[in-house]
């Protein structure tokens, strides 16, 4: 069963990210677990917001990486993640002319969600608490891989969704803080889920118009410990 699951989150992988160092990872995640270390997969969903543009809700996104659990003194851990597939953005924005007069008359009947697609770098300290809940807080960036806002359209001339490319308009990092809670299944080497809050601290767009751009985002996450032996558990 831990084959399968293993070859089923490697072909996950291979599929969603084209990112050479996480197959790695999974691949040696017996060799990175030890009494002072953890490592494994986190994945989970992340409900975005952009603070400072009007939009109708959060933008719902699947997110996926892999973090370490290095145990520090007493109940103190540092446990940095890196999410390889990650999205901010909201969804339900207004329409907006993009230079081309025909495209505009389609484009103005519709709607847009903003998706800026980052490789999210979480480093946080945690705190256990005895009964198996623990707390979270550090400073998280980002690096921009691409940015697109999704045009959903609806009208006679055409239905579907048209991908504009924005990523010239924003910048390649992000930084921000991060808290939240989680809860172990077990004391060691276990299952975790828990909730994160992002608040991020950089104007996102490019061009020096202080726009006010703001990344917000809270992370629901589920993280699995990779090539913990029986005797680790």
């Known amino acids: 069963m831990k084959r399968l699951f293993f070859l089923l989150s490697c072909l996950l ?13 999974l691949l040696l995640g017996d060799k990175l677990n030890s009494d002072k270390l953890e ?16 939009h109708d809700a959060n933008l719902p996104t ?5 973090y370490f659990d290095i145990k520090m003194k007493n109940a103190w851990s540092f446990a940095p993640s890196c999410l390889m597939l990650a999205k901010m953005g909201g969804k339900g924005l207004a329409s907006y002319p993009v230079g081309d007069p025909d495209m505009d008359a389609v484009l103005s009947k519709g709607s ?5 697609a980052y490789i ?3 480093l946080m300290l945690r705190y256990r608490l005895k009964n198996h809940i623990y707390f979270n807080a550090g400073p998280q960036v980002g690096l921009l891989r691409s940015a697109i806002d999704e045009f959903k359209v609806s009208s ?3 239905e579907g969704t048209i991908d504009y490319d924005i990523a010239s308009g924003f910048k390649k990092l992000d930084a921000g803080a991060t808290a939240g809670i989680g809860f172990s299944l077990r004391e060691e080497k276990s299952m975790n889920f828990g909730l994160n809050y992002y608040y991020g601290l950089v104007d996102v767009r490019s061009g020096g118009d202080d726009s006010g751009y703001y990344n917000r985002a809270w992370y629901f996450y589920l993280t699995i410990p990779i090539g913990v032996s029986k005797g680790k558990k």
């Open 13 to 25: 992988m291979i599929q969603t990210v084209s990112h050479g160092q996480v197959l790695i990872s």
């Open 120 to 122: 999210q770098l979480p």
């Open 112 to 116: 847009v969600n903003r998706q800026l």
């Open 62 to 66: 699947f997110n996926l990486g892999f």
């Open 156 to 158: 006679s001339q055409y």
């Open 39 to 54: 490592f494994g997969l986190t994945t989970g969903v992340t409900l975005s917001q952009m603070d400072g543009v009007a």
